[in-house]
């Protein structure tokens, strides 16, 4: 969606490094998301932040780090301790009294 | 843990075929979300159904939530080679939290 803007689209990284990825987001919605996908597979939940300088881990946090200073902006870290790294990783969001998500354009993160 | 079930995994239809999907909570719901992701692309919020026996409909595409608000379904009629995509359901996760549980998905190929 226009209003969240997840940077780069395609990332190259050698194992071992930890790597950020940014997700921007001018819709001004408080609660903000990270998923992973694999190929063939549905959407895992890594972390998310219902507000600023407060996040919870989601189902697959191990090897991730996020951070939640601005309310605009959520990035995160996949660390060197994430054991299989490469995926395609989705940023979203959602508005105060509503569930419903929007996504960014996604970030294909590739671990040689 | 919450859980929700979506059949089949893939559909491979032809053209003007019709196509349904069907997804099931292990607990009550408040709502039901669906959302199409395109072959390379991220999820794109279709539709919420809220009420229990929920009819919506958008053109070609029909979204059903049963009585108990445990299932849903999405039909599509006379398929178009633009339905192409994996279909999400997804429903909150209760409590105060607002993360979304989240079904595999349903991938439709179609033979044009």
């Known amino acids: 969606d226009g209003g969240i803007t997840q940077s780069p689209k395609y990332l190259f990284r050698k194992e071992g490094q930890n790597v950020t990825l940014s997700c921007e987001q001018n819709l001004n919605h408080d609660a903000m998301y990270w998923y992973r996908q694999d190929p063939g597979q549905g959407l895992r939940l890594i972390y998310y932040?219902?507000?600023?300088?407060?996040?919870q881990k989601g189902d697959i946090a191990e090897g991730y780090s996020v951070s939640r200073e601005k309310k605009e902006s959520f990035p995160l870290t996949v660390t060197s301790a994430q054991k299989n790294p490469t995926a395609f990783y989705l940023c979203a969001t959602s508005n105060l009294g509503y569930t419903e998500a929007f996504f960014g354009q996604g970030t294909r993160l590739t671990v040689v | 843990g919450q859980q929700v079930m979506q059949i089949p995994q893939y559909q491979h239809v032809q053209e003007g075929e019709d196509f349904t999907t069907y997804c099931n909570s292990s607990?009550?719901?408040?709502?039901i979300q669906w959302y199409k992701q395109r072959p390379g692309g991220h999820p794109v919020f279709l539709i919420q159904?809220?009420?229990s026996g929920e009819v919506k409909k958008q053109k070609r595409l029909t979204f059903q939530f049963g009585e108990a608000k445990k299932n849903s379904s999405l039909h599509i009629t006379a398929t178009q080679t633009t339905d192409v995509g994996t279909y999400f359901c997804?429903?909150?996760?209760?409590?105060?939290?607002?993360?979304?549980?989240w079904g595999l998905g349903t991938s439709l190929a179609v033979n044009p």
């Open positions: 607990t009550t719901l408040s709502n």
């Open positions: 997804a429903g909150p996760g209760g409590g105060n939290n607002r993360k979304l549980i």
């Open positions: 159904l809220v009420k």
């Open positions: 932040s219902q507000i600023v300088n407060d996040f």
